[in-house]
């Protein structure tokens, strides 16, 4: 499963972006600020640039996995009741440690997470759950039939 971010806008204070399923759109996101990251920037440059739980990850691929129970998340109701806390986890981000895809509402639900729902209203998105849920629907089959699950975050803008 080769899942693509389209990051599309960034004001300074948060990154919007779109989430595919190779060409099928499945929902919006919401991150911190792009500080123009790249997975091929060395550790020390994205040290250098990044500000703690207000930035997004680095542009790149990463695999994901479904196998990590979240230290954070795996005890709160929704989350236990949905996937037993395993919630999908980027592998290998240079410079970032236990970045998620998960739900919330605006980029101060982030700490450099993924927030995914449906960019309805400025600065936010909404149905978070329901997003979640497809996405987690979609990997869990992947990851059933065996898939690698990655995912490729771009920028939009210049």
């Known amino acids: ?12 204070k ?16 919401i ?6 990251l790249s997975s091929d920037d060395s550790v020390d440059a994205i040290k250098a640039k990044k500000v703690y739980s207000q930035t997004a990850i680095p542009r790149g691929t990463y695999e994901v996995t ?13 989350y236990k009741a ?9 592998l290998n981000v240079k410079g970032f440690d236990g970045i998620l895809i998960h739900r919330g509402t605006t980029e101060r639900d982030s700490a450099g997470c993924i927030i995914v729902g449906y960019n309805k209203v400025k600065g936010q998105v909404v149905n978070s759950t329901e997003a979640f849920e ?5 990997m869990k089959i992947a ?6 699950i990655t995912i490729e975050i771009q920028k939009l803008w210049k």
């Open 14 to 29: 948060y990154t919007i972006g779109h989430l595919y399923n190779g060409s099928t759109y499945i929902c919006d996101t």
């Open 82 to 90: 949905f996937c037993k806390g395993y919630m999908p986890r980027l």
């Open 134 to 138: 497809k996405l987690y629907n979609l």
């Open 66 to 78: 479904l196998n990590v129970v979240s230290p954070k998340f795996y005890n709160r109701p929704y």
């Open 1 to 12: 499963m080769k899942l693509t971010l389209k990051r599309t806008f960034n004001n300074g």
């Open 143 to 148: 990851k059933l039939k065996g898939e690698k």
């Open 31 to 36: 991150e911190d600020v792009d500080r123009d």
